[in-house]
């Protein structure tokens, strides 16, 4: 069973230019979580996905920024027009069920790190 | 969520156990204890976690206090491959499960050979 796999891993975008990165959860996992990691800085939340639904979105920058989950296919986090300050490591995390429960942990990924210049 | 304490950095010497402290004063009765790692450019993984109890697994054990205000994260016998940040973070398991983890900025732990 792979893990959770996110690509790319690296990616370079100009300032101004759309950053799409993706994931797939494990095999089974219907709950998909975005997190992001400036530079220096913790793990910060940003979004939690369920199949074809955003669960919460607390932690999204209200502009520029968007994720979904589509019944088939990879999770997908998108932000427009990038700026350097969106340079950063984001990482998805799947889970079976929500999460957290007591009876089920998140796995994360290997994270996409995105270089605005 | 409770907030938690953790010192910024460790040494420990390969073998030896390693013994990460986290205080969570204000933790409510609910409230789990959770522990994460991230190695250098690595997603975080999960290590552990518990409620009340001491708990253990193939990576390590948890010791909470009876009052449930600070926890022990033990890795019985460190190795290099252990050196990463250890996050302590608490959530409320329950109904409004939204992944949204909080974590702070965790403790450093070097093992050194």
């Known amino acids: 069973n792979a893990g959770v796999m996110q690509n790319p891993r690296h990616l370079v975008r100009r300032r101004g230019q759309e950053a799409r990165l993706r994931c797939s959860p494990m095999?089974?996992?219907?709950?998909v979580y975005w997190y992001r990691q400036l530079p220096e800085e913790g793990l910060k939340f940003m979004v939690y996905?369920?199949?074809?639904?955003?669960?919460?979105e607390s932690g999204m920058p209200k502009e520029r920024f968007s994720a979904e989950f589509p019944k088939e296919g990879p999770s997908i986090l998108r932000i427009q027009q990038v700026v350097r300050g969106d340079s950063a490591a984001y990482f998805c995390?799947?889970?079976?069920?929500?999460?957290?429960?007591?009876?089920?942990?998140?796995?994360f990924g290997q994270g996409t790190r995105l270089t605005v210049v | 969520d409770a907030k938690t304490t953790q010192p910024p950095s460790m040494d420990c010497a390969e073998g030896r156990a390693a013994n990460l402290p986290c205080n969570h004063s204000?933790?409510?009765?609910?409230?789990?204890v959770y522990w994460y790692r991230q190695i250098h450019s690595q997603g975080p993984q999960y290590i552990i976690h518990?409620?009340?109890n001491n708990e253990t697994n193939e990576m390590a054990s948890l010791i909470i206090t009876e009052d449930r205000k600070s926890s022990t994260l033990i890795l019985p016998h460190a190795t290099l491959r252990d050196t990463a940040v250890y996050y302590c973070?608490?959530?409320?398991?329950?109904?409004?499960?939204?992944?949204?983890?909080?974590f702070g900025q965790g403790t450093t732990l070097q093992v050194k050979p």
């Open positions: 995390a799947s889970s079976p069920q929500p999460f957290p429960s007591v009876n089920t942990e998140a796995f």
């Open positions: 095999k089974g996992h219907s709950h």
């Open positions: 996905l369920q199949k074809e639904n955003i669960i919460d």
């Open positions: 204000t933790i409510s009765g609910n409230e789990y």
């Open positions: 518990g409620l009340k």
């Open positions: 973070i608490v959530r409320v398991d329950g109904s409004s499960n939204t992944g949204k983890l909080i």
